[in-house]
């Protein structure tokens, strides 16, 4: 019984737009959005380009497409060489083909540019928590747990270039006699660079243009800008879709509630971004 979970947001306040916790509330209570924590897999890769910004990355750097050598990733194991989706090699491309194309071997190399300990610490900033435990180069393919809520937070600081306004869903409570005696206050903060995170909502524009990742989503007939990013973990788990516009941020996730295979080629593009 294939689940899913949505979780729409305001990006000037962090005001929850709307919620969806599973595909029926008969079938279950459990809210996938906010209590579910699964593997984010290619999702997390724009972080990972945002703190190699930072370090001086520019979207035309080149960057390796080739395997990956022993030795050459910091901290990684000898044996960890993971590959891209396709199985190809695509020799020297711009950084920002790596992300549209959401290139594994690109990835991993970027995020070696930026160093795991400053990833982590973007990460942080933006709402992501990193247990200590998880601080190695398989991060950079995130390889990392968390809820569909706290993603789609951290996926505002794109479209708020580098600001932050953690996400809520109350925005006020009044007594009986129409007084109000709590209301939600937007606290902004500088969560990440903004001119790397500019660079990096720019590229992941061109996730849903033509050749992009996310182009599904114009062939369905969305026209609208926008900007976003496929996740899709290891054997087919979990499907995912962060998407953002300049008012408001949107993620999707897939999956089942005991982590099986979806089905073989149930990629975040095809899964989820149907959905958003």
Not at 95 to 112: C, E, P, Q, W, Y
Not at 228 to 253: E, I, M, P, Q, R
Request: with cysteine.
């Amino acid at each position: 019984y294939l689940q899913g979970a949505i979780v729409l947001l305001d990006n000037s306040t962090g005001g929850t737009l709307a919620i969806v916790g599973g595909r029926d509330i008969r079938h279950s209570q459990f809210n996938r959005a906010t209590a579910a924590r699964r593997q984010v897999g290619s999702a997390f890769k724009p972080f990972v380009y945002v703190a190699a910004f930072e370090n001086g990355m520019m979207p035309g750097t080149l960057i390796d497409d080739g395997p990956l050598r022993t030795g050459e990733i910091a901290g990684a194991p000898a044996h960890w060489k993971p590959n891209n989706a396709d199985g190809k090699s695509l020799g020297l491309q711009g950084a920002d083909f790596g992300l549209i194309k959401s290139r594994n071997t690109m990835a991993v190399r970027v995020g070696n540019r930026a160093g795991i300990r400053h990833v982590c610490k973007l990460a942080n900033r933006a709402g992501i928590t990193i247990p200590e435990n998880t601080e190695n180069a398989q991060l950079f393919l995130g390889n990392l747990d968390c809820d569909l809520k706290s993603l789609t937070s951290a996926y505002t600081i794109f479209p708020n270039t580098g600001a932050r306004v953690p996400a809520f869903t109350i925005q006020s409570i009044a007594n009986a006699r129409g007084e109000t005696f709590y209301r939600a206050a937007a606290q902004s903060y500088p969560a990440a660079p903004a001119a790397a995170c500019a660079l990096t909502a720019e590229i992941l524009q061109g996730v849903l243009a033509q050749d992009g990742s996310g182009y599904k989503a114009r062939r369905l007939g969305y026209k609208k800008s926008a900007g976003g990013k496929t996740g899709t973990t290891n054997d087919f788990k979990d499907a995912w879709f962060l998407g953002f516009t300049d008012k408001v941020t949107c993620g999707v996730w897939a999956g089942l509630d005991r982590p099986k295979t979806i089905m073989p080629g149930a990629y975040g593009s095809n899964v989820a971004l149907p959905i958003w």
